[in-house]
């Protein structure tokens, strides 16, 4: 079967399956059906290339099969005609970030029916090492669970950032395929955004010991507090602008296409308890800190310990 439907929130797990679907084949076609008509991407894959090369045609967010509204005007019984018809050369792809499909729609049956349908669930930061030693050991590379779950500590919990690290780490290893610790700290880059996030985390949560333990990673490494202060306050701000929209009546969906940010971020920062008026006033207090340490009145690193003791 040469055709395909994946769907997630996570485009970056989507993105993985897509190239290895699309392993070997050097004719890739992508198509924005958000924007293009499936009728295009579907008379490009009916055509044989001269050369006899299969081709892999990419239709992105594929929104026609979920509950999310679309102005562009498919013809889907052209896709139920060809997903009906299984002699296809060509490969076909219908991606959609979504985590869920809009089962009421006959399309969405037809292609449940006719193509091999992908969910990539979000992954569990408690899986994360799991699935760290998985990609490695599918690539043919020894790595330990120990050393996996150094690799995520170093690297970041982001799984985007982590594929791309363990990408770097296969052609660093090639010869050996042996991964160690001291491997890990000679080619990967160590995940400063994201022990940002943990910091932030750690705030909101008024846990004081991962606060600390965030911060002294952070300063271990020679991340400068002025941009601690900078990065934190654009996480607070986020958070701000997240609680002010729910106030609002927003739903978490319209406050992720206003902001422009993944959703995940906005769940995360709804979850939160602090109140408005609290978050405008570390603002603030961060606002201040940042004007004193520029104009020197303030140390930096006092300055920066003194914020995160009384916040």
């Keep these: 079967m040469n055709t395909y439907l994946i769907y997630g929130t996570d485009y970056s797990l989507i993105k993985r399956e897509i190239d290895n679907i699309a392993s070997g ?26 050369f006899g090369d299969k081709k892999v045609l990419i239709g992105e967010n594929a929104l026609f099969l979920t509950a999310t509204t ?23 792809i219908l991606t959609v970030e979504s985590d869920k499909l809009d089962e009421r729609k006959k399309i969405v049956k037809t292609l449940k029916k006719n193509v091999t349908v992908i969910k990539k669930e979000v992954i569990d930061e408690k899986d994360l ?15 330990d669970y120990k050393t996996a779950n150094y690799f995520v500590n170093y690297v970041g919990k982001n799984v985007d950032i982590l594929i791309s690290e363990i990408r770097k780490m296969i052609i660093y290893k090639a010869d ?47 991340e400068e507090p002025i941009k601690i202060i900078a990065l ?8 701000y602008q997240v609680k002010l929209l729910s106030s609002n009546g927003k739903t978490s969906k319209e406050i992720a296409e206003v902001l422009k940010v993944h959703p995940y971020r906005v ?11 609290e978050l405008s006033d570390i603002l603030k207090k961060l606002h201040d800190l940042d004007f004193g340490i520029k104009s020197g009145n303030i140390d930096k690193t006092f300055g920066l310990e003194n914020f995160l003791l009384h916040i």
């Design 70 to 92: 679309n102005n562009v005007n498919h013809n889907l019984d052209y896709l139920s005609s060809y997903l009906e018809d299984e002699n296809h050369d060509n490969v076909v």
């Design 232 to 239: 934190l306050a654009n996480q607070f701000l986020l958070t």
């Design 25 to 50: 084949i050097t004719d890739v076609v992508k198509y924005d059906l958000s924007v293009d008509k499936i009728d295009e991407l579907l008379d490009d894959a009916s055509c044989i290339s001269l």
């Design 176 to 222: 050996d395929k042996n991964i160690l610790l001291h491997d890990i700290n000679e080619i990967s880059c160590k995940g400063f955004k994201d022990n940002i996030f943990d910091l932030t985390d750690g705030i909101m949560k008024k846990d004081y010991k991962k606060i600390f333990e965030c911060y002294k990673d952070l300063i271990t490494v020679g």
């Design 267 to 277: 769940k995360l920062a709804l979850e939160t308890d602090y109140l408005i008026s």
């Design 129 to 143: 090492s799991s699935f760290v030693l998985s990609e490695f050991k599918a690539k043919g590379y020894d790595i």
